[in-house]
């Protein structure tokens, strides 16, 4: 099987960065990556992106902090995270062993809290770039989330390219009417790249407890269920703006990437399915190099928009 | 940190009860590696509904080569494994977690309840192979006697003998674990392994607490992936926060968890 | 069976109309309920909701306009129907013969169309109801979708009220930011009750032929995939109207529509369960009784907004 | 309109080449109500993934109570069902849909491509019992021998020979069933009876129109419901718009479709 891999041309450019194919890894589902290493060649896959990472540690929310669904799952984790200090003190010296590119993902409750973050990533080894986790309530508008406003979305990544050195990728909300509007509203304010999605904003009930089955009662859904909605997104965005889109939910095999490519995404991130199948994402890249092999196509980038329509 | 992904078959299935089933698989490599105490991911079926892993405790292993896990059919996935047949094939992830910690000076008590006996099998095995001078003493619970019947026959298998009790008095003491652990004086060396419903475990720590044993628990909590990635397995710790369930437990000393008991 | 079903009150009321119990089929998923006679007593339901009827008729879009997701379904049939005056000239006849209360789906390009439609089926015998589908593109604007402006929802709203005699329903996208706000702005407006979710916008693509599953290309996700997306929305509606809210999106058993009504929902819609198991609207309706009565609830309607929140 | 939502057992599986499967399944009231032509819906699985039910023709039916499926594994669904268990019972529709319309008056011609096969057997063994004073005469196809011999085998224990083509000539023509089909002299009076890939359909289809022959055919489509629910089903016709498969057909006279021949 190698040997196909090998030979076949996967890269593709998110901004400056090359990566050496298109498979990343979604935040949040692939820990800081040293837990995935008895399961996965971490040199095989594009790129890594680590847990949401705030200013201050947070402890996160409650248990039950999962459920499962038809084909996804819930989750309300509430960004459990060890905080923007610690994680360059005690986590970044393991991802600088990645031999991979890191994109660390960065949340906040306000405008300024981002700016922080990303003032203090800045120039920090091992960080290759900054997704910009913008699914965040907006404490100072009344929790609407940054990513449901085109110019608060905006002001996020002005704020957070303006203290970045790397690349950054501005990760979009699904729960909205338009989300061209807001990737064009983030590519004007300088994203160099948009990633979609974040998870639908979910719910379940347990009938007989007449109790919801989060502790936070609302969730992120996330899984194959999603993907139908997250490939509409994609091939939205894609014709709307012209920075690369790295396309996000439910994907679990290489033909999952082709779609999500052919739909318009340069790149895309596996998530839920690295808890079903920890290697899906070394399975995916193997799976996508034999698919380039075999379609005879020069590299994998010809594929990126390359849907036929009817 | 080793662990497996693999595709592994199942040689052998045994129905207890009515919901009770248990599968013994062929995984050298993760039997060789299986400590007392952690557990696998198994995937149920081939579709995306059940889309998750389900956990085990390791309940058992043999010849190095194959290790059982026990389970009640309670949802979906149990019961799609409860249909599976021998020679068919399981993908396993594991062994997973934080085990039993074992100090043979100790003297060793085992209480489960139910389905939480899973794990003591394995730690009874090791413990009457490893501290041979003080063989432990096993407390087991279950609803009624069908349930507990094959399990106390192991543990005999092993040279250990069984306080029993029973939600219906078909077996032994008419009533809890806890009775029973209230009836026994081990001294204050002893150590207790206890895994089964939430309010047992709580209930034994508080027995423990007084009484000045040790107390090691393993934690029940719904994970999606069982390796330390998703953060969804978290257990209140008395420290404040939260710890993992499945990469820092799921055994844990019971007294740096926080205990909500009503 | 049957005999635990009797004496359970499964009473509802939308609007002026009482329903012998909370469980209707959701439109489009029901044909004109004659189909499902083989299968069902449709005098065991709550209501039937037909088809979306329009002004014209309309052929709907080419095949394929069906493809099966991950516990879900994408349709893009394109609204066929053979238009309000071959709808009462051909099909009352035989709807007048069900014997439950008939909401009909209505939709339109423009709100003139809607108007129209309200009009002519105003005062015709067996129409108990009017369902107002207001995902559809409003032509005079650009196609921006009615149920995803909040005036443009309400205009609809008004413009069939003014011509009804029945209660008006209003059935809501979910392809929103806030669809608290469009439930609030047709609340005001008049409508008797809200019925949500519609479909999800979603997109399938075959790796292979590089193309889109549907001739349409983009179609809407419906089944158990949205249930938690669906719930999630009736939750927050409910919240935010004092009128009934019917709760649809991936309903398959009772215990499906008691998490509904737990959420806040006074009746539910069965859709595209009806597919896989016909009996699945009686089935729950069933199922709904033996809930109540094992529960010993007075009324199904203790369970409407009963959720217990940690 | 009868029909029914029945969970029917399955009495007999048959394993034709390494794809194909049969399955008998025991119900009267499906079997005692059959045409020729006619389908059923079946769930595949227990769980929502896949969640649609899948057509499958009834290809042939046996005292009243057993019918017959007969099918290529080619996706999860099909899969699923060729890994069923003789004894285990699956939730069935039917029978639905508008079968072949038989005017014993004329000569008959039976064409079947692949899995197209599967309901002229039905139509074969009813043509030759209903009119039996003109026999109809068959011509099958396939990719390989293996995959037709047992079919070509069913038809002769119906007294009925088959003209029989293969993609690698390993049975029969080297070639399609159309040119069988050309070479053949069937009179003015000939009613075809086509099922098959949809290219080989409109080949046949032509074929007939330029001889003058009647053609019925039977046509696939996705389908959610089956039942004339989802309008999901359509296929273009002649007069312009839309018929619907499951309940205008499946099997449409060729005339009144509209044909995309490229
Ligand atoms: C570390 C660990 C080890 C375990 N070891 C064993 C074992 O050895 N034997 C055994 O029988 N079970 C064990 N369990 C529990 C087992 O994982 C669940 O019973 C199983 O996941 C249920 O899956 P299901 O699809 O059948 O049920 P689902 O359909 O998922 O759920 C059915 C019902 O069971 C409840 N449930 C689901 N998951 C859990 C859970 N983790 N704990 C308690 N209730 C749950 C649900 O709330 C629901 O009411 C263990 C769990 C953990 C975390
Ligand atoms: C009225 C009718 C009668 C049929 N009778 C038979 C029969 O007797 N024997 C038989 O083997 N098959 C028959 N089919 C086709 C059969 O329904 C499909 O093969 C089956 O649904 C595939 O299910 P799957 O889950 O295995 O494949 P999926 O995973 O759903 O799809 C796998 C591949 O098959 C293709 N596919 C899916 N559905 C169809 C379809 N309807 N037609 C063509 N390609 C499809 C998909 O595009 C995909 O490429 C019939 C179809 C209809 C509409
Ligand atoms: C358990 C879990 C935790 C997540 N944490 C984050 C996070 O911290 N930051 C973020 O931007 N997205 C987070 N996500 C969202 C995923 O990165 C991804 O966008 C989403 O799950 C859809 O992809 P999938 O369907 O492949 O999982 C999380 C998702 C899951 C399931
Ligand atoms: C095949 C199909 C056709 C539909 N047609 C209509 C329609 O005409 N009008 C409408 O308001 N909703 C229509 N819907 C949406 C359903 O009524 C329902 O809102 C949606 O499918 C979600 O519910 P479900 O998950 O239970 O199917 C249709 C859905 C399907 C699957
Ligand atoms: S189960 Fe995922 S972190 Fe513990
Ligand atoms: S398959 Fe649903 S209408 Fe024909």
């Known amino acids: ?310 | 940190m080793s662990q497996f992904q693999e595709k592994t078959q199942i040689i052998r299935i045994e129905r207890f009860a009515s919901d009770i089933v248990r599968l013994t698989l062929d995984s050298p490599d993760i039997t060789s590696l299986a400590q007392p105490g952690q557990f696998v991911m198994v995937r149920t079926g081939n579709s995306n509904d059940p889309l998750l892993r389900r956990p085990f405790s390791i309940s058992q292993t043999s010849n190095g080569k194959h290790f059982q896990i026990l389970f009640k059919v309670v949802g979906r996935g149990t019961s799609l494994l409860a249909h599976c047949r021998e020679g068919e094939y399981l993908s396993i992830l594991g062994p997973l977690g934080q085990g039993f910690r074992v100090d043979c000076q100790r003297t060793h008590c085992l209480v489960g309840g139910g389905m939480g006996i899973a794990p003591l099998l394995f730690l009874g095995k090791y413990l009457s192979r490893k501290c041979t001078s003080n063989p432990p003493l096993v407390i087991l619970g279950a609803r009624t006697r069908e349930e507990l019947d094959p399990l106390v026959n192991d543990f005999n298998e092993l040279g250990l003998s069984v306080h029993s009790a029973t939600d219906d008095g078909t077996l032994g003491h008419h009533g809890l674990v806890t009775d029973v652990l209230k009836g026994l004086d081990l001294g204050p060396n002893c150590q207790a392994y206890v895994c089964g419903p939430h309010p047992m475990m709580a209930a034994v720590h508080l027995l423990c607490k007084d009484r000045g044993y040790a107390c090691q628990v393993s934690m029940e909590t719904s994970m999606a992936c069982g390796m330390g990635a998703c953060l969804g397995c978290i257990v209140p710790v008395e420290r404040g926060g939260y710890a993992h369930a499945c990469c820092d437990g799921p055994v844990f000393d019971a007294k740096e968890l926080l205990w909500q008991v009503k």
Do not use: W
């Not at chain 1, 994680?87 to 700016?115: H, R």
């Not at chain 1, 997250?230 to 290489?254: C, D, F, H, K, N």
């Open chain 1, 1 to 310: 099987m190698a040997s196909q891999v090998n030979g076949v041309d996967l890269r593709v450019s998110i901004g400056t960065l090359s990566l050496r194919n298109p498979v990343m890894t979604a935040s949040g589902t692939f820990g800081y990556a040293r837990e995935f290493m008895p399961y996965v060649n971490l040199h095989r896959l594009g790129a890594v992106v680590v847990k949401g990472i705030s200013l201050e540690p947070r402890s996160g929310n409650p248990p039950p902090r999962i459920v499962e669904t038809s084909a996804g799952m819930l989750n309300a984790i509430g960004l459990e995270n060890v905080g923007v200090e610690r994680f360059i003190s005690d986590k970044m010296a393991s991802l600088q062993g990645i031999p991979v590119p890191v994109f660390v993902n960065i949340l906040g409750d306000t405008l300024d809290e981002y700016k922080e973050i990303a003032a203090r990533l800045a120039g920090v080894q091992g960080v290759s770039g900054i997704e910009v986790n913008i699914s965040c309530p907006n404490v100072k508008k009344g929790g609407v989330a940054f990513g449901t406003v085109p110019e608060m979305a905006a002001a996020v990544t002005s704020a957070v390219k303006a203290e970045s050195t790397v690349p950054v990728v501005v990760k979009l909300s699904p729960n909205v009417t338009d989300i061209s509007a807001i990737a064009r509203s983030v590519e004007d304010a300088g994203a160099d790249a948009v990633s979609l999605i974040n998870t639908l904003i979910g719910m379940a009930i347990d009938s007989r407890s007449r109790r919801p089955r989060l502790a936070n009662v609302i969730g992120g859904l996330s899984g194959p269920a999603i993907k139908p909605v997250a490939l509409r997104m994609v091939y939205q965005v894609a014709q709307a703006v012209s920075i690369p889109v790295i396309g996000i939910g439910g994907i679990e095999t290489a033909e999952d990437v082709v779609e999500f490519m052919l739909a318009g995404a340069t790149a895309v991130q596996i998530g839920t399915a690295n808890f079903v199948n920890p290697r899906a994402s070394e399975d995916a890249v193997e799976g996508l190099a034999h698919y380039v092999a075999e379609q005879k196509l020069g590299s994998v980038r010809e594929l990126i928009g390359g849907l036929i329509l009817p």
